[in-house]
């Protein structure tokens, strides 16, 4: 019976809530829990701009017979890597989806941005924002209508995921402001974003079925759904969001893209999403299940649609009004950003094996790459004042991460194949700029760390010597500084079998050896533990440059020379060692026909754990040093009126595109100065940690990270901060109530430079 029911429920896009075990026999995966399947039409109603938009489609799909709707609604082979049929007679175009989320996969005449992970370590609204702004500009330039990003799924729960690099930092609250920010400025260029993958995709094994069964099922409470991972969706979704991609996993036992409580019951109903739902490519198991659970658009061929939607809709199996809902949906989010208007160019995206004229989009967004390049480094450790680097001076350059390959092409049969340039592949051939699979970018040119600092030594009329090669370089017993360049990389496909890598860690070893002030810079997909060296007493500097993209030489000597005062901060927890990161380190590897993975952690991943368990990291998640050094001061907390205890203060008013439009009321305000006391300009990034009050219902974590401005000081000048807090960022998933609610007691507010380093400490009291 049980079998039954849930051969039932997964065919018909229904989601069990259940934590399983790891079963090899379907009868034996336990059902709780069933969410119905339930369509939720889209209504427009969120905003005037909403409003408008469908107003508009309504009109077109109205006149629209059943194939010419759904015609919208399914992948056609194209220019494309996504590209959507026609309604020639009623003037709507076929669209074209693009990668990547850091730039314009496979394509010339793009530029190649730092990847998710790497704005994130920014900490920087703006440079988010001027990001998502300058991405959308040149998606639009070649004709290209959706962007297939942001990313915040995978959000980073497994350690050595091999796609947290796509993503915003695996807090909710930071990558939730990297998602705002990067879809309002993809958007604002006239370009739909596609927050994607929708949800729980947090590891690369067994992401989609195969020989050994079905794809691995992420079972995962519903309060920490919540809380964590579709909290940052909120977020774009409030600004604005026009489509979502669905993720290839299973979500509690149900295919992402055929979840009806993920598609219909979360994100159209509780957060009033607006636009429309796409499949990863080939993530759609199901025709009519698929349908009525949420799903819009298949990718990227038919899938189990075309005909076979057509015929469902005529024999009653997919209703008329949901047909109409999928096609309305998807001209709603053509209009609401405005690609109707006659000025949005054809799609103009071509292989390097095409002959073409060349569609230049760059413009100058390099200055831009190099500014957040500098910006998202983070500089962990700095002993004696080895940097800034002085001048003039004696330079020796190693590692193998220094300079760009011999031959970008190294290795044609991975994952994307073809045009993709992949600097740094399977580490050790050259230096890392972004990661692989369909998230890598397409360089115009790659600056590399050597070229970069071979121009800056030319420049002081320093001395510069190398060697990209040997395990154990010469010594030069002249250095001021020994410079190793290593990396980490990472891929979607793929999950990392480790953190570190014994060639880079015997290269930073054996240099140390020889050389007094030897200075390391990461390139890194994300976490890389460095405890083979790091107390190395010549190991005197540590930067984490992360991925930034094709301007990475010039980002880099700007903060090694100290143009550039370092003010990245970790958007990540490094440990002292891999074992810390306990059973989230790697992702489930199971050979079982229904693969199961517990989210048993619940809220507790990255720092939340470690502050649970008292473990003390190498360097905490908000960690990174300035040139100068910073003292924060007069800490105030006021609360506004708005503080009802209750779980949503009006149930009435209608959800908007986002959420209950209450939950982004600011209910407090947290203030402090942070002054310069050092001898440089510097930015620092101010950090608030709450400690929501915890009682035998809702346990919370210690503190989370609620609020974070990063502000440039002059030397003996001081700013003031301000953190506007939400009654979002104060609520905790109320699950009998199905309501975001605020706690009566008393908050904790820490104000500080790290998750670790607090310097004001004070508290928001709740009344009941
Ligand atoms: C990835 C998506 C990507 C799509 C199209 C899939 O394999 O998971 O993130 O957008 O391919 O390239």
Not at 579 to 595: E, M, Q, R
Not at 691 to 704: A, C, K
Request: negative net charge; hydrophobic residues 35%.
């Amino acid at each position: 019976m049980k079998s039954l029911t849930t051969a039932l429920c997964a065919l018909l896009g229904q989601s069990t809530i259940v934590l399983g075990q790891g079963y090899t026999n379907e009868s034996e995966v336990p059902l709780y829990g069933l969410s119905p399947p339930s369509t939720h039409l889209g209504s427009g109603g969120s905003s005037a701009r909403w409003t408008d938009a469908y107003a508009r489609a309504q009109a077109i799909v109205a006149q629209a017979t059943l194939e010419e709707k759904l015609n919208l609604t399914r992948g056609f082979a194209g220019q494309c890597v996504g590209n959507t049929g026609s309604i020639a007679r009623l003037g709507v175009p076929a669209l074209c989806f693009s990668d990547a989320p850091d730039g314009i996969r496979g394509n010339e005449f793009v530029s190649a941005f730092p990847a998710g992970i790497h704005v994130a370590a920014t900490w920087d609204r703006d440079l988010m924002y001027d990001y998502g702004r300058a991405l959308g500009d040149e998606y639009r330039g070649k004709g290209i209508n959706v962007a297939l990003g942001p990313v915040a799924g995978p959000l980073g729960r497994v350690v050595r995921g091999g796609r947290n690099w796509e993503g915003l930092s695996n807090d909710p609250y930071l990558a939730g402001a990297g998602m705002g920010n990067v879809v309002r400025g993809m958007q604002d260029a006239g370009v739909m974003a596609n927050p994607k993958h929708w949800l729980l995709n947090e590891q690369e094994w067994r992401r989609n079925p195969g020989s050994l069964g079905e794809s691995l099922s992420s079972n995962v409470d519903d309060r920490t759904l919540h809380e964590l991972y579709v909290f940052p969706f909120m977020d774009g979704l409030k600004e604005g969001a026009v489509s979502v991609m669905c993720s290839y996993q299973r979500v509690n036992n149900s295919y992402g893209c055929q979840n009806s409580k993920m598609l219909n019951g979360i994100l159209k109903t509780e957060l009033g999403f607006e636009g429309f739902v796409l499949s990863d490519w080939g993530a759609q198991h199901s025709g009519v299940a698929s349908a009525n659970a949420g799903l819009d658009i298949v990718m990227p061929d038919a899938g189990y649609w075309g005909q076979n939607l057509t015929n469902a809709v005529n024999n009653g199996s997919v209703s008329t009004e949901r047909a109409t809902d999928m096609a309305t949906r998807i001209l709603a989010a053509w209009y609401y950003t405005k690609q109707d208007n006659g000025s949005f160019p054809s799609p103009g995206v071509y292989s390097n094996l095409q002959k073409h004229e060349p569609i230049d989009v760059q413009a100058n967004h390099g200055a831009l790459i190099r500014e957040i390049g500098a910006a998202g480094t983070v500089l962990v450790k700095n002993v004696n004042n080895a940097l800034p680097l002085k001048k003039p001076t004696f330079v020796y350059v190693v590692g193998y991460d220094a300079q760009v390959p011999a031959s970008p092409w190294q290795n044609p049969s991975r994952y994307g194949g073809g045009y993709e340039v992949n600097f740094g592949w399977e580490t050790l051939k050259g230096t890392l700029v972004t990661g692989g699979g369909s998230g890598s970018s397409a360089p115009a040119y790659v600056v590399s760390p050597f070229d970069a600092i071979r121009d800056r030594v030319v420049k002081d009329r320093g001395i510069l010597r190398w060697d990209f090669e040997s395990i154990n370089p010469t010594p030069y017993v002249n250095a001021d500084a020994c410079l190793v360049f290593i990396n980490a990389y990472a891929s979607e496909s793929f999950d990392r079998t480790s953190l570190t890598d014994e060639f880079s860690d015997r290269l930073v070893k054996n240099t140390a050896a020889n050389c007094t002030n030897t200075i390391v810079v990461i390139h890194s997909t994300g976490i890389r533990t460095v405890d083979a060296w790091i107390d190395h007493p010549n190991v005197t500097a540590v930067l984490y440059a992360g991925l930034p993209g094709q301007e990475s030489g010039h980002s880099i000597v700007d903060v090694l020379w100290g143009d550039v005062a370092p003010s990245g901060k970790l958007p990540f927890t490094i440990a002292k060692q891999e074992s810390d990161y306990g059973h989230l380190l790697n992702g489930t590897v199971t050979f079982d026909a229904f693969p199961q993975q517990d989210f048993t952690e619940g809220l507790y991943i990255d720092y939340r754990a470690f502050d649970r368990d008292g473990d003390e990291p190498l360097y905490a998640f908000g960690h990174g040093l300035s040139y100068t050094t910073f003292e924060y001061k007069d800490l105030a907390v006021m609360s506004e009126e708005k503080t009802d205890t209750r779980p949503i203060p009006d149930p009435a008013v209608p959800v908007v595109q986002g959420g209950h439009p209450a939950l982004w009321d600011v209910v407090a305000h947290v203030t402090c100065t942070v002054s310069n006391t050092g001898g440089v300009a510097a930015a620092e990034v101010a950090q608030l940690y709450v400690g929501i009050p915890s009682n035998d219902e809702f346990v919370t974590p210690v503190r989370q990270l609620r609020g974070f401005e990063k502000v440039r000081v002059e030397p003996g000048k001081m700013s003031t901060v301000t953190f506007p807090l939400t009654r979002r960022d104060l609520s905790v998933w109320d699950v009998k109530a199905q309501q975001w609610r605020l706690q009566a007691g008393s908050y904790k507010i820490a104000v500080g430079a790290s998750s670790r380093d607090i310097k004001l400490e004070g508290s928001l009291e709740i009344a009941a």
